[in-house]
């Protein structure tokens, strides 16, 4: 996508120039290939590393809460990343008066394991254009498609446009299909007790306790986890069964509608541990109970930060 | 003295051992490698061109051990006592093997001995696996070791078509091997080129030489906030390293039992104090500490470097933060802060 | 002998209007049942639920306030929200959702939470040991972790 980096830059440049903006976080080009890195651009002689391809795999929103309120960011924003900004703004992490979102249609970001895979760890090279990928291996060229290798969570994606943008960077894309989302889901549900039993404990187990699932997600912002505590201790310390099924459920139901389904949980967990049909099932429920979507706008309120007397019927006596 | 292990008679060596050992090897679990004991029905992942992802070091400082279980009622508390069993691992790489022997500086010392780890250093003969074809990830020979470094090995396999060589590096080592073929001088010579082949194939990632003077200097400066302003703040980096050995001992009340998990300076509660203070406060610091340590500190205590290269938080990181990358950005940001001043 | 199974009851304590009722929770619940007093439903955390679970509970009983009766006005609301949900997601990973019960209690409800909580321990003793999501057992000397 190299017009779409040019037209980036352009962007990001006069953005600096007439200091609409103070720090601009987008992504630039590191030594190995696959990972382009985030990257926080204040002057224009940096802008020469931008980078904006597939592999693009963290969510940017989750360095928004790192700065005072009254620094002016710009940001450059997919569909999942502009969704989780406006969470964001609504929980009050940063004004939106002090925001500016690059906003690019996403076409879906590739899985690093999915390459990795297909050719082998040492990718020396890689460039794509639409469909097609090209990674170079061992000194050859290898030609993929591109759809085999979106990261999992991006296959169900529903919304690829940037929502609430200052500028949105190419033509829109038309709206993923929802209903893969709940296929997925019924799938699981589908299942016998003892099979989704032993589906969440295969992965929980194999859980070291990094939380790079936790630090890369934009809406674990908290400054101490539930799991820092030492008094009262709330869950295990250890990485005994009890311990990381803890973590495991009680992670994913703090995001429950505020999670926007980007994945980048997924794609940092070192040990291959699926998180997202977890998540997954929880934003399914607040659609389907409250008709929520986290992101789809800056002022709504989450479903368990808001009540309404409506609910009294559900209370079952 | 070499001898020689046949690849298809593997499985049966390492089942007629495990009727004395207790042998690990590295096993596929899900897209990865890992070391686990064997069995019968283990699915062997020795050829993997990369190594395992979960460090060995796991299997000496295990990530969450019991070392007391009290009763407060009754105020008595056992201490557990770690059963001295003879274990094998078989496969492990170079790098691993070396970062044990670092550890031993910190686990085993005139001072100090930690008998959980001692114990089980003891029992257990290290089998290690050359690496022919080093991924690009990896920078042993960068840090002063190499693909078929000997360090803290009982032997030392290299792989020659559809055999194992095997050099054997200590008595412990002997005595497993002793009842094997021995190979001959043609093979001994290929395993001698293939081990030249394998180090030329390393280019150096970063200088060493000034490094500590050169990281030393930076200490207060912007270098770190720089480095880390991307950084996530996991702890990936270090668990997966085979030469990070920090833990915290924790007292699991519910249970009535006192653990000690690995820790990691990269999370803010690792140097949180009670009064609120954190003196690292930033993930700046912390990535100062976890470099400095590796590249500074290390060289104060035992004039080494405290790291093996075996390229696990390089090929993990999930922001794509190469440490190789970050100490040639040292050297390049020293000299700017020397031209500049 | 059977054991009796092990419950968990955590009680808003305004909820039982009736002082004879708050005595009996307070002092004759039968040694099977662990009493957690709050302020509120709604100052349940997931995490309490989970804990108990992961303590050894075979079942959980929360007893509460009914909507618009609530001592500070919504706490039971968000307690249902969340509470609902929580169980919804316990289920999805398979852990049994009738082995957690609401009793929403209102003035006229006297005597009721005893006959509640018999009639639980008889399901959940029908429904036997709790064996999803792994309990706080021990781990074997070593630290070998399973």
Not at chain 1, 10 to 33: G, H, M, R, S
Not at chain 1, 158 to 176: S, Y
Not at chain 2, 309 to 327: K, Q, T, Y
Request: proline share 5%; charged share 25%.
């Amino acid at each position: 996508m190299p017009e779409l980096t040019t037209e980036l830059r352009k962007n990001i440049e006069q953005l600096l120039t007439d200091q609409v903006v103070d720090v601009v976080i987008a992504f630039k080009k590191a030594d190995a290939p696959l990972r382009p890195q985030p990257a926080f651009f204040r002057n224009l002689e940096e802008l020469e590393d931008l980078e904006y391809n597939g592999l693009c795999q963290n969510n940017l929103a989750n360095y928004l809460t790192r700065y005072p309120h009254d620094t002016k960011i710009g940001i450059v924003v997919r569909g999942c990343e502009s969704r989780s900004v406006n969470a964001l703004i609504v929980e009050k992490q940063h004004p939106r008066e002090n925001l500016y979102m690059i906003g690019i249609p996403c076409q879906g970001i590739l899985d690093i394991r999915k390459i990795i895979k297909k050719t082998g760890e040492d990718v020396t090279g890689y460039s794509e254009d639409g469909d097609q990928v090209s990674v170079v291996y061992e000194g050859k060229e290898v030609n993929l498609q591109r759809s085999d290798l979106l990261h999992d969570s991006c296959l169900r994606c529903a919304h690829p446009n940037p929502v609430n943008a200052d500028v949105l960077l190419g033509e829109p894309l038309p709206d993923g299909d929802p209903t893969i989302v709940r296929l997925a889901i019924e799938e699981f549900e589908a299942l016998d007790r003892d099979e989704r039993y032993a589906w969440f404990q295969k992965e929980a187990e194999r859980c070291i306790r990094c939380y790079a699932c936790r630090e890369a997600c934009p809406m674990c912002y908290c400054t101490e986890c539930f799991v820092d505590h030492a008094t009262p201790r709330w869950t295990e310390s250890d990485i005994s069964q009890a311990g990381t099924q803890a973590w495991h459920i009680i992670r994913a139901f703090h995001q429950a509608g505020r999670c926007t389904s980007c994945g980048a949980c997924e794609r940092a967990c070192p040990m291959d541990i699926k998180m997202t049909y977890l998540t997954d099932k929880l934003n399914n429920d607040m659609l389907e109970v409250y008709q929520f979507e986290t992101g789809m706008d800056d002022n709504t309120q989450p479903p368990f930060a808001s009540f309404n007397l409506d609910d009294k019927n559900r209370f079952v006596i | 003295m070499m001898y020689i292990l046949e690849k298809k008679n593997v499985d049966q060596t390492l089942s007629e051992w495990s009727a004395k050992y207790e042998v690990y090897t590295p096993q596929k679990v899900e897209a990865y490698s890992q070391f686990l004991p064997f069995t019968e029905s283990s699915e062997l992942a020795l050829n993997e061109p990369l190594n395992t992802r979960y460090p060995p070091k796991s299997l000496f400082l295990p990530q969450s051990e019991v070392m007391l279980k009290y009763n407060k009622r009754l105020n008595k508390f056992d201490e557990i006592k770690i059963l001295p069993e003879k274990r094998i691992i078989f496969g492990i790489r170079p790098c691993d093997a070396s970062a044990i022997t670092l550890l031993d500086t910190v686990f085993d010392t005139d001072e100090y001995q930690d008998p959980y780890w001692t114990e089980r250093r003891e029992n257990t003969i290290l089998v290690g696996l050359g690496c022919s074809e080093p991924p690009s990830t990896c920078f042993c020979t960068t840090v002063g070791y190499g693909p078929f470094n000997q360090d803290g090995l009982d032997a030392l396999m290299t792989e020659l078509d559809d055999v194992y060589v095997v050099e054997i590096l200590s008595d412990k080592g002997q005595k497993l091997f002793s009842n094997f073929p021995a190979s001959s001088k043609d093979q001994e010579q290929s395993v001698l080129n293939i081990q030249l082949k394998a180090k030329d194939l390393m280019e150096p990632a970063f200088e060493t030489e000034n490094l500590k003077q050169t990281l030393d200097q930076l200490f207060e400066s912007d270098y770190w906030s720089e480095i880390a302003e991307s950084c996530l703040g996991c702890g990936i980096c270090t668990f997966l390293c085979p030469t990070c050995f920090c833990f915290d001992i924790v007292d699991e009340v519910q249970r009535n039992e006192r653990i000690r998990n690995w820790d990691t300076c990269m999370f803010r509660i690792y140097s949180q104090e009670a009064s609120g203070h954190n003196p690292r406060p930033t993930r700046a610091e912390r990535t100062r500490q976890r470099l400095m340590h590796k590249y500074s500190y290390w060289l104060d205590h035992i004039d080494k470097i405290g790291c093996t290269g075996c390229g696990r938080c390089v090929r993990h990181c999930p922001v794509g933060l190469d440490i190789r990358a970050m100490l040639r950005a040292a050297s390049n940001f020293e000299r700017e802060v020397v031209n500049v001043g | 002998m059977e054991t009796r199974p092990k419950i968990a009851l955590f009680q808003c304590k305004w909820c039982l209007y009736s002082q004879p009722d708050q005595n009996w929770v307070d002092n004759d619940l039968p040694s099977s049942m662990y009493l957690v007093k709050l302020p509120c439903t709604g100052r349940i955390n997931p995490l309490y639920i989970l804990n108990a679970a992961q303590g050894g509970a075979d079942g959980i009983v929360i007893s509460g306030c009914l909507p618009e009766k609530c001592h500070y006005k919504e706490g039971n609301l968000s307690a249902l929200r969340q509470h609902e949900e929580f169980l919804n997601f316990l289920d999805y990973i398979g852990y049994e959702r009738s082995r957690v019960r609401f009793v929403w209690l209102d003035l006229q409800d006297r005597g009721r939470i005893q006959k509640e909580l018999a009639d639980f321990e008889a399901e959940i003793a029908k429904l036997g040991k709790a064996k999803v999501l792994a309990t706080r057992t021990n781990v074997s000397p070593g630290g070998q972790y399973a």
